[in-house]
């Protein structure tokens, strides 16, 4: 397992390069310039000069980027040319909100896929998986922004149930701990709703294969010539090695998440990474850009190694091989 691990963290660190080194490049070749974002336009040129050169934006693109990799590499990140702190305190800010909410919506994935993969094979291409295999592949294919935007309209605008947007209401500060938690649940519900049906119908239909997979193999029949209980045999001998493709979608299931999380957050005003992206692109924000890039190549490299792992723990074949 150990050498698993270093295999996957040797490839994961120059794929980490290439990614980060590839955003710099891109950013700074971005039409627009980052002194109209640092500097006021009432400012003369003197004084616009005098900023750039604080933030060392005069100096030569080779320069920026060794002394930036240099500072990363020492764990600074920088500070924000928007909000004027370390680019670590407003990434801190937006991490648990984002992981809180990627969390519930791969929790949600996971029980929504495997509640309709089960029902799905308990009759094969019945009526009740063509509905729920054309129901997800029809969730599957929607955009998540057109998604939030349907759920804001119908649960919040029409029917008025839930909140459309922002992670508290307005004076949930002051509330006992209790209410506190409901408050932030009836936030959750939404954005992390609208996440995991945009992508539980992979986990779904990978899973509903290796079911109908494991109930046609060989260990399967001998184990019901045996006298298996149908439940021991569905619980036990079916659905443990059908979760081996699962293992792989959560390696999978992190870069959708993150691409999604921009898209969600930014709809429903989440303080996570993805609305804290979504500002600092469409500000130039160069250094928040670029670690919040860093953080998404991380977590994408980290979802594949977690993917590996699970799945030699699963599969003792895996195990012997590395």
């Known amino acids: 397992m150990s050498r698993l691990i270093l295999r996957r963290v040797l490839v994961a660190v120059p794929v980490l390069w290439l990614v980060v080194t590839a955003t710099f490049l891109a950013v700074h070749a971005a039409p627009g310039s980052v002194e109209d974002l640092v500097a006021d ?8 000069l005098a900023i750039r050169e604080h933030w060392r934006l005069d100096r030569p693109l080779g320069e920026q980027y060794v002394r930036w990799l240099g500072a990363v590499a020492a764990g600074d990140l920088g500070v924000s040319f928007l909000y004027h702190q370390p680019v670590a305190t407003v990434l801190g800010r937006a991490l648990g909100p984002t992981a809180l909410l990627a969390g519930t919506a791969l929790l949600l994935d996971l029980l929504l896929g495997l509640a309709v993969a089960v029902v799905s094979v308990r009759r094969p291409h019945g009526v009740a998986d063509r509905l729920l295999g054309g129901l ?5 294919g929607m955009p998540p922004f057109w998604l939030a935007l349907m759920a804001v309209l119908v649960f919040s605008l029409k029917l008025g149930w839930l909140p459309p947007s922002h992670m508290a209401s307005v004076g949930a500060a002051a ?4 209410a506190r938690a409901v408050d932030l649940l009836r936030h959750l519900i939404l954005p992390a709703g609208v996440l995991a049906l945009a992508g539980f119908a992979a986990t779904a ?7 109908l997979d494991v109930a046609a193999s060989r260990h399967l029949l001998a184990a019901r010539a045996r006298g298996v209980p149908p439940r021991r045999l569905f619980w036990v001998h079916t ?3 059908a979760l ?3 293992a792989t979608l959560l390696g999978l299931a992190v870069p959708a998440l993150v691409s999604g ?5 930014v709809v429903f005003s989440w303080p ?5 992206m979504w500002t600092a692109a469409t500000a130039r924000d160069i250094p928040v850009v670029l670690a919040t890039t860093l953080l998404a190549a991380g977590a994408v490299l980290a979802g594949t190694l977690l993917a590996d792992l699970l799945y030699a723990a699963l599969d003792p074949r895996v195990r012997e091989s590395v």
């Open 261 to 265: 999380a921009l898209v969600v957050e």
């Open 205 to 211: 239909r990978y899973l509903r294969a290796a079911l």
């Open 136 to 140: 997800s592949l029809l969730l599957w």
């Open 175 to 178: 509330l006992p701990p209790a």
């Open 244 to 246: 081996l493709p699962v």
């Open 41 to 48: 336009p009432s400012l003369s040129p003197a004084a616009r």
């Open 272 to 276: 996570g990474m993805g609305r804290v």
């Open 239 to 241: 659905l443990r090695p």
